[in-house]
């Protein structure tokens, strides 16, 4: 009979680090998921390359508590505070951290990574602490699974879980990096070149198999356009997807790593003899929440929530939990990722944390709260919301 254990490790008022995840499913295969919560390495010199070395640092003592190393690391998400609007010190900054970035995890951990990757500027304001260039976050797994290629092989079903992409793609010999202003069109070309057809290959339906998705719309070359690409790239994964809807969320951020694109997507898609449960309702163009079932295991992922209060927000994940079939947030949370709209005032950016952190601990009090990233962004979902948090939550 399928079992769920979750231990949250090293529990702090509004996040674990790490929280650990043993999985046996009805045929007895034992799995091991670790994700520490996201992590900075602002304990050394405020540069790319010591704190880049002091993120791997940190990030390792989650992998350890795990008993995992990062040969066993399948995603690896990296979010850089932006260092301004202006293009070329954008570009600086990624060549900068991309030139440190693998060497490193070489020098420090003895071998490299067999994770993807998605990367984005976020904001100007950056993260809870004001001094991190940027933060880090990173899922591992180990037991009965295979690892690489951006996917996990579980034997009868496979996690495909590939990089973010963009537009950039070869022509022959030329290299495009833009197919003009039209986003719609960009998030289309995305879905149907870069994702659609690569797993058609594989004999895999992306549009029926498609189960997450985090749509990123780069807006600091043309601010006065950011709701309205957002709502264009909306539009364009509605009608690619139709009636079988991916949970997610979509929010602007600085700029994506081809900055000349506008946008980039990260799907998470499901083969094999696995079950897609959606929940029927649609918010802000994506499914409330969606899960997958295979070997009495279900694993819920849950759309961005949106407000203005972190308790009501996390009363409204904790019941999308139970309509899944768990328990609830407190007793099946594994991971919370939260969202803090900021503007151009510092202050008031600095302030709106203060009131989210609070509110989030009062919901959590008297529990284990689930690993936690936070971060900084020009909006989420809809411009309207203050903040917003999405989940993944697990149970036999």
Known sequence: MA??????????????????????????????????SGNVGTQYANNIGTEWFGTIEN???????GKVHWSDVYKTDVMWTTPSADRDECDAFKNDFNGVYGAMINSATGGPMRSNRMARFTHQEGFPDPQALFEVQIKAAAGDVEIGGGKLDFGSWVDHQPSGASVMHKKGDEMITTLGPDVGKEM??????QYAKPFAEAGVD???????MEILVGVDDAPEQAWARIEAVRKAFEQFYGDDRPAGLIYPVSRIPNLDGVVEPQPRVVSGDVEILRSGKLEHGFSTWNAIRHGGITEVMVSAVGGDDAS??????????????GA?????GIFNNAYIAAGNDSTANRESLTKFNPSFTTWYEGTSPAARTAQYVGGIQQQEFAYGVSNRSIFA
């Open 59 to 65: 990030l390792n003592a989650g992998l350890a508590q």
């Open 312 to 325: 009501a927000i996390l009363d409204g994940i904790d019941a999308r939990v139970q309509e899944a079939g």
């Open 3 to 36: 079992e769920v254990n979750i231990i949250r490790h090293r529990p702090g008022a509004v996040f674990c680090n790490p929280c650990e995840v043993i999985t046996v499913d009805d045929d007895g295969k034992v799995v091991r998921l670790i994700e520490p």
């Open 188 to 193: 289309e070309f995305i879905l149907e070149e």
């Open 328 to 332: 609830g947030l407190k007793q099946n």
């Open 206 to 212: 992306f549009r029926k198999q498609t189960v997450f």
